[in-house]
């Protein structure tokens, strides 16, 4: 059974500061990684996509993969208010599907 | 932007009827899914659908549901006779040849009564 893991929270950052979310991932295979946002009662709405190990930067979102950890993060710098929802991380597995963590509700307050 | 469109955005109904919730995929999309996601839990693959066939399915997707393609634009996920426990989200999602981001509709909520 392929599982991605994250803390269900709730993280509660105030606001400026950095916001950090992680997750792990079982599926050793999986080559691709992604962090949507969600706010309640709407559809995930994606985030970044990581594919190879190391930092990948958009705006005040950075995203970190480690395949031998197997962990993937989200770092939020400059958090928001509008920031606050619940962040699910995402794995393609090898049948080109998504698996999603269970999320992490994430507040910041002003 | 191109959307993936979704109808009905809720729909309620008795324990034991018919449902067909819709998709309407972005035009260039080729691989098309579904996914449910119960209230407060995590967002679950139901079903993915390439070449008008299913490519693979959930242990969820049981043989109460369906999905199809009937037109070339619209893509149903049918569910034959609701239980309670199918009160949920359900999400449909697309994606382009060589592509592997999932775009997502606004979601069907579903409510069985």
């Known amino acids: 059974q392929k599982e991605v893991e994250q803390n269900s929270g709730p993280l509660s950052v105030p606001e400026g500061a950095i916001a950090s979310l992680n997750c792990t991932y079982s599926?050793?295979?999986?080559?691709?990684f992604f962090w949507y946002r969600q706010y309640s009662g709407k559809s995930p709405e994606l985030i970044m996509s990581?594919?190879?190990?190391g930092d990948k930067e958009d705006g005040r979102f950075t995203a970190q993969l480690n395949k031998a950890s197997q962990y993937v993060s989200l770092l939020i710098r400059d958090s928001q208010p509008s920031d606050s929802a619940t962040y699910l991380c995402?794995?393609?597995?090898?049948?080109?599907?998504?698996?999603f963590g269970q999320g992490t509700r994430l507040t910041i307050n002003p | 932007e191109p959307e993936v469109t979704q109808t009905p955005s809720h729909q309620v109904t008795q324990m034991g009827q018919e449902v067909i919730l819709r998709c309407v995929p972005i035009?260039?999309?080729?691989?098309f899914y579904w996914y449910r996601q119960i209230l407060g839990q995590k967002v679950e693959f139901l079903v993915s659908?390439?070449?008008?066939?299913?490519?693979?399915k959930s242990e969820i997707f049981d043989d109460q549901f369906s999905v199809e393609r009937p037109d070339g634009s619209n893509f149903t996920l049918k569910i034959r006779s609701t239980k309670l426990e199918d009160s949920a989200m359900y999400f449909c999602?697309?994606?382009?040849?060589?592509?592997?981001?999932?775009?997502f509709g606004a979601g069907s909520r579903l409510t069985v009564l």
């Open positions: 995402a794995v393609l597995d090898g049948a080109q599907k998504l698996v």
């Open positions: 599926d050793r295979v999986s080559q691709s």
């Open positions: 990581i594919y190879s190990n």
């Open positions: 035009s260039n999309h080729l691989y």
């Open positions: 659908f390439y070449n008008n066939e299913i490519s693979e």
């Open positions: 999602a697309g994606t382009g040849i060589g592509a592997n981001v999932l775009t």
